[in-house]
């Protein structure tokens, strides 16, 4: 079956452009996760969607970032101005129902390198 | 904050070895411990354990918890080439707004020469 999507799969642009991240959660799952993981690193909270809203967004890193999930299913992450420190790789991941018992499916990520 | 952590950060071993991963954490809220493998960029899900005690198995890969010292660990018996990954822990977090949240340490690297 299909599992979560991301697009694209690589992106480099230069400092200061925007940047657009997509997620294509598993059919169905209402809850829907972003990360964003620096090389040697564990991955880090970003966002949390349980359907369209934005449930917790502590972990956003400043106001250039902002995600959207209008229709409660495929999300967007997008960055602002960005900064050669914001190249990492970008992770979506989605789960049924963000309880407790419910793992989290993750998809390939986007790797983002700003020049 | 919450915080977990992983031990060792990196493990060289060979083929036929056995290994052991170590995760420990501080988090409030904590609702389960997750153990994901990252071979290129997607974790996938290895165990999930939520109960103290209670070892989980699948194949040569097995995990234990223990929520009165606050670790776990991640048995790999019988090494082979195609185990070589990182190894992720993860805390899930309970409550809340954060409901569901991960929190990573930062891996350990495992490669299994042949």
């Known amino acids: 079956g299909a599992g979560v999507s991301q697009t694209p799969s690589n992106k480099v642009t230069e400092k200061g452009k925007y940047v657009e991240l997509r997620c294509d959660p598993i059919?169905?799952?209402?809850?829907l996760y972003w990360y964003r993981q620096s090389l040697g690193q564990g991955p880090e909270f970003l966002i949390y969607?349980?359907?369209?809203?934005?449930?917790?967004d502590s972990g956003l890193p400043n106001d250039r970032f902002f995600a959207v999930r209008p229709e409660g299913s495929v999300s967007t992450l997008k960055i602002q101005r960005t900064e050669r420190g914001d190249s990492a790789v970008y992770l979506c991941?989605?789960?049924?129902?963000?309880?407790?018992?419910?793992?989290?499916?993750f998809g390939p990520g986007t790797r983002l390198t700003v020049t | 904050e919450d915080k977990v952590v992983q031990s060792p950060l990196s493990l060289v071993v060979h083929e036929g070895d056995t290994v052991t991963l170590n995760c420990s954490y501080e988090?409030?809220?904590?609702?389960?411990l997750l153990w994901y493998k990252q071979e290129k960029k997607a974790p996938t899900f290895l165990f999930m354990l939520?109960?103290?005690?209670i070892e989980k198995k699948s194949g040569r890969l097995s995990s234990i918890l223990d929520k009165k010292e606050l670790f776990s660990i991640l048995n790999i018996t019988a090494t082979q080439t195609g185990d070589s990954a990182v190894y992720l822990c993860?805390?899930?977090?309970?409550?809340?707004?954060?409901?569901?949240?991960?929190?990573f340490g930062q891996g350990t690297i495992l490669t299994v020469h042949p």
């Open positions: 988090v409030t809220n904590f609702r389960s």
């Open positions: 059919s169905g799952h209402t809850a």
């Open positions: 993860a805390s899930k977090n309970a409550g809340g707004t954060s409901y569901g949240k991960l929190t």
């Open positions: 939520t109960s103290s005690g």
């Open positions: 969607f349980q359907g369209t809203g934005a449930a917790d």
């Open positions: 991941a989605s789960s049924p129902l963000p309880g407790s018992g419910y793992e989290q499916y």
